[in-house]
């Protein structure tokens, strides 16, 4: 069982950054690949970037590719979305989200979820 909770969110303006959080609880959070989803008013989720347990592939869909980058940092069972270069579109609630398996895209592969985190890009 893993609990997550995002933080970091905000309003900023086009061209600016912002660093989400995502803060696990519960047992074996290194063995757990994660991943970021976003979802617009009026659109599904759609995934963002996911990060394998090692660290050693991570994925990104490609309208954030070069802008945004996922890390995480085991001893603080935390993981991060770097949002550089933000521009309206990237306005959403984002989630983090847990799966004991291999990292997917498809956010029906993740067992655990955060309540989100709203990120707003201004114009």
């Known amino acids: 069982q893993v609990t997550l909770v995002e933080s970091g969110g905000g309003l900023v303006q086009a061209g600016g950054s912002l660093r989400l959080s995502c803060a696990a609880s519960g047992r074996s959070f290194s063995a757990y690949s994660m991943g970021w989803f976003r979802q617009a008013p009026g659109k599904e989720r759609e995934f963002v970037a996911a990060l394998s347990w090692s660290s050693d592939t991570t994925s990104y869909t490609n309208s954030v590719k070069g802008r945004f980058t996922i890390s995480r940092d085991n001893a603080k069972n935390t993981v991060y979305l770097q949002m550089n270069s933000l521009k309206p579109e990237d306005t959403a609630v984002y989630y983090c989200?847990?799966?004991?398996?291999?990292?997917?895209?498809?956010?029906?592969?993740?067992?655990?979820w955060g309540p989100g985190t709203q990120v707003t890009v201004s114009s």
């Open positions: 989200a847990a799966t004991a398996f291999r990292a997917t895209t498809d956010p029906s592969g993740y067992a655990y």
